[in-house]
């Protein structure tokens, strides 16, 4: 069963402990999560990687089917799912366990996805699906965010939020949150003030350094990783940034395959692009295909699962990454 992000009462309403969530916005899965489950909960929460409870499936079939009586209520989160969850959702299923609440994370699911068909045509299971956030729900964010907390921003500040968190509502929290930190010993907030705090000059070189991978540029690639010294945060962060910006240049090279003009792509293109990246930006038009720009956010994927896994020396995976075209 299908329910939509802003169906709030059918969420109230249903009986499900089963709960897909699959999308790229990952803002968005963590507000749903946090306000739909977590939010006032009292008992365990466990998190696990899909890979996690498939090597341990028996012992997790068998957490589920044992209850103490001093045992608290559980919900299990279950992140970076993949079809080769449906056998073991399938034998949860089957055995009627509803004493636990079992939340499935997943990247953007194909239609033809055995995962996602289940969970569409199941009565007892229910999935969400959450999209990238544009200008408008950005700005609602900011809205009940600011109502929140009592911020009082002008619509310019707001802007400057939306063009800054990149298309990602976790980066715009954030910010939302060194705003409002400040806001407590400071009645007005200004520009200069959003100026200083958000994109700080610590994270200059992480956007520089995607902006000229994705540009082509190695030999300024290779002075940036030179001159740096990243951490394993960092490289997440780097890893994230050339994906948000690899997925607004495909957004580019899908509109140029239609219209040849750049100049007005780049003019027209939400949310607004600042004239101090469109140089760069047709550089990066101009130096990928569009199937090109489709196999780096796969690799991108890829390469985050890699680092996470292995981190001992995370720059050196980042690193050959960047530098190798």
């Not at 949860?92 to 636990?100: C, D, K, V």
């Not at 990238?132 to 310019?156: A, H, M, P, V």
């Not at 400071?186 to 000059?201: F, G, H, P, R, W």
């Not at 293109?269 to 930006?281: C, L, S």
Request: proline share 1%; charged share 30%.
């Amino acid at each position: 069963m299908i329910i939509k992000i802003f169906e709030i009462e059918k969420f109230k309403k249903t009986k499900s402990n089963i709960h897909l969530i699959y999308g790229v916005n990952e803002g968005t899965k963590e507000d749903l999560i946090n306000n739909l489950y977590i939010k006032n909960f009292d008992g365990d929460i466990l998190k696990y990687d899909e890979q996690e409870v498939l090597n341990n499936e028996n012992e997790f079939i068998s957490s589920l089917l044992t209850k103490s009586l001093f045992e608290n209520k559980k919900i299990i989160i279950i992140s970076r799912a993949t079809n080769k969850l449906y056998t073991l959702i399938n034998d949860i299923l089957e055995r009627n366990i509803s004493e636990t609440k079992i939340i499935i994370k997943s990247s953007n699911l194909e239609k033809k996805s055995k995962l996602r068909s289940m969970f569409e045509k199941g009565k007892e299971i229910i999935c969400t699906p959450v999209y990238e956030d544009d200008i408008r729900s950005l700005n609602t964010f900011i809205q009940n965010f600011s109502k929140e907390y009592g911020l009082n921003l002008s619509q310019e500040i707001k802007n400057i939020l939306i063009e800054r968190a990149k298309g990602d509502r976790i980066n715009l929290k954030n910010e939302l949150f060194k705003l409002r930190n400040l806001s407590i010993t400071k009645n007005k907030l200004t520009i200069e003030d959003v100026m200083k705090l958000s994109n700080l000059a610590e994270n200059y070189s992480v956007f520089e350094l995607s902006d000229n991978y994705l540009a082509k540029n190695l030999k300024k690639v290779s002075n940036i990783i030179n001159e740096n010294n990243y951490s394993s945060e960092d490289c997440i962060l780097i890893i994230r940034t050339i994906l948000n910006k690899s997925k607004r240049l495909l957004k580019i090279k899908n509109a140029m395959d239609e219209n040849e003009n750049i100049d007005q792509i780049i003019s027209n293109f939400k949310p607004p692009i600042f004239w101090k990246e469109k140089d760069i930006i047709k550089k990066q038009a101009q130096s990928w295909s569009t199937e090109e720009v489709k196999e780096i956010i796969f690799k991108i994927n890829d390469l985050e699962t890699l680092v996470k896994k292995n981190s001992t020396n995370p720059m050196l995976f980042v690193s050959n990454f960047v530098s190798n075209y």
